[in-house]
């Protein structure tokens, strides 16, 4: 488990650390502070060998890239778009082990493309080669770690399109990344399934019977060659996931995705979205036995006071308060995070100061 994240370079970030984290971390903070970057850098940094990555940001936040440009595919990763200079993500455990991750638009080294890549399934042609215009056109991720282990994997612009060369690395902890804009009924299915055949299903279902007290039982159905989940609320006939309302389907993708990556991280943009506040507290309980039962950690972003409040109704109901609030800030032009442990967000919320 992480106990100290630090960004360095990207997006909005020049230099940020959160510390200390827990098992279950909120993060709040005005609009345009980057709580969304937050969660993005550590996706990156749990997959250090996947350059695949930094495209799928982009489609998370509806960016779709026509051309192979790569100053605009990849230079907004980069403080302010300074491409010259590293974005480093870095990890501190509960062991003091380092994982480092560092990024960098280059040129490509001389002979160096892609050995063993793939053709991007992008139609345009990379944008300059009819040009005389030179430029960095590989994405680099470095990584090195305090066990010794290290590689570097790299994403290539050439006349074909994009490559993509990755490092052989031991087994890395799963992150799975949580949308508002984008859902996936067919991975939520697949994960049910998994559940199920261990017979933990039921333990979804409690839990989603918060969000529709009608749901009786869950099933996965094939339509049209397409798997998703479906739910009993005694109509006679079962009802898609998505046709039971927002929350219902957002509540059990999260649930889904905490039990699907034990030991790593599930990330978590906007996780008030769709659930009504009257529930949040007994959510909030069911994600953190989630956690716990996974030894998964939960990275969540929010605008919502009822949201926090329920958050810390919740771990101060149970014997172990595994659970921070990190409120984004900027001061003095540069973004910063202030963390609440139970005693200082207990004060806060009393006195009803703002800690969204």
């Not at 793939?118 to 056109?137: H, I, L, N, Q, S």
């Not at 810390?312 to 609440?340: N, P, S, W």
Request: with cysteine; charged share 25%; net charge neutral.
């Amino acid at each position: 488990m992480y106990r100290s994240f630090t960004i360095r370079n990207f997006r909005c970030f020049q230099d940020l650390t959160l510390r200390p984290l827990e098992r279950v971390n909120l993060i709040a903070g005005m609009n345009n502070l980057g709580k969304t970057a937050l969660l993005e850098a550590l996706f990156l940094h749990l997959g250090p060998n996947n350059p695949d990555l930094a495209l799928r940001l982009d489609a998370f936040r509806g960016i779709e890239h026509l051309g192979l440009n790569p100053e605009e595919m990849w230079g907004w990763l980069f403080s302010d778009k300074r491409i010259d200079e590293t974005i480093e993500l870095s990890s501190l455990n509960e062991a003091n082990e380092r994982r480092l991750l560092r990024i960098r638009l280059v040129e490509p080294e001389e002979g160096g493309g892609v050995a063993e890549g793939r053709r991007a399934t992008a139609p345009a042609k990379a944008e300059g080669w009819g040009t005389t215009a030179g430029g960095p056109r590989e994405l680099r991720l470095e990584y090195q770690d305090s066990s010794g282990q290290t590689g570097v994997s790299r994403a290539l612009i050439t006349s074909e399109g994009t490559k993509v060369e990755r490092a052989r690395l031991a087994q890395l902890p799963l992150g799975v990344f949580l949308s508002p804009r984008a859902r996936f009924p067919k991975e939520d299915a697949e994960r049910f399934s998994n559940l199920e055949r261990v017979g933990r299903g039921g333990q979804v279902l409690a839990t989603a019977q918060l969000v529709e007290p009608r749901l009786r039982r869950l099933a996965v159905l094939v339509t049209s060659g397409v798997p998703m989940i479906n739910g009993d609320i005694g109509i006679g006939v079962l009802v898609p996931v998505p046709l039971l309302g927002e929350g219902m389907g957002r509540l059990l993708s999260i649930l889904l995705a905490i039990a699907s990556a034990p030991g790593g991280k599930v990330l978590i943009d906007e996780i008030e979205n769709g659930l009504h506040h009257s529930v949040m507290v007994d959510i909030w309980k069911a994600i953190g036995e989630a956690a716990r039962r996974s030894e998964t950690q939960v990275f969540a972003t929010t605008h919502s006071w009822e949201c926090i409040r329920g958050a810390h109704k919740a771990f101060a109901a149970t014997g172990t308060y595994d659970f921070r609030l990190h409120r984004l800030e900027r001061v003095k032009g540069q973004i910063q995070a202030g963390t609440y442990d139970r005693e200082a967000l207990e004060g806060a919320l009393k006195a009803e100061l703002e800690v969204r």
